[in-house]
């Protein structure tokens, strides 16, 4: 869907934005009402060592005056993303399991659409981990499989919170916690590369 006229692309898109804050403001209420949150886990009676959870969101972006070059009028795009996990652990051993799902719409024949926006059912995750600690208390951890991490202060490896997609690695992860909170990480990552991006169709979230 594409516009010639900025004053009519302002105003369309700004109503679909309104629409989508009031959406979000009523869920937000709604939520601020229960005392007690709904829980799928509790809802299905999993055991303690099975673990089940998931969450969803739409974000909406947009823009006027186009900036690329060859580009006119404005852009827009609306995506939608579900992510469910299931985690069993063990006496210090844990195997995870996580799926993503990202598609969009709302975008014009001109939006450049990759992996980085839209990334249609692909796991996530899929780990065997192991946990423990030493006799002087320190915290131990291995991880191996593909799986997302946030390192420190986020700026040199990090699970994206804006974007819609997030980045996966292939690998091994090692980790020594002191209890003075001492920490050493230790990693051999591959990045992965979204399943999407071999498939024009599932790359317009189709």
């Known amino acids: 869907m594409h516009f010639q006229s900025g004053h009519q692309s302002i105003s369309k898109r700004g109503i679909i934005g309104r629409v ?60 939608w993303r579900t992510m469910l996990k299931l985690t069993a652990t063990k006496n210090g051993y844990s195997v995870a399991g996580e799926l993503v799902d990202v598609r969009g719409t709302l975008a014009d024949t001109g939006t450049p659409l990759g992996t980085d926006d839209i990334n249609a059912l692909e796991p996530q995750q899929a780990y065997i981990g192991w946990n423990g600690s030493s006799e002087a208390g320190d915290d131990l951890g291995l991880r191996f499989g593909r799986q997302t991490m946030n390192l420190g202060a986020r700026r040199f490896l990090a699970r994206n919170i804006f974007r819609s997609t997030i980045n996966a690695f292939n690998g091994i992860r090692a980790r020594w916690e002191r209890p003075d909170k001492m920490t050493l990480n230790a990693f051999y990552f591959l990045l992965t590369e979204g399943f999407s991006s071999y498939s024009t169709k599932l790359s317009q979230g189709v």
């Open 20 to 79: 989508i804050v009031l959406l979000c403001l009523a869920c937000s209420s709604a939520k601020a009402d229960n005392a007690k949150p709904w829980r799928l886990q509790e809802h299905l009676g999993l055991p303690e060592w099975l673990r089940f959870n998931g969450n969803t969101r739409a974000f909406y972006e947009t823009m006027d005056n186009q900036f690329r070059v060859g580009g006119i009028g404005g852009d827009q795009l609306l995506t």
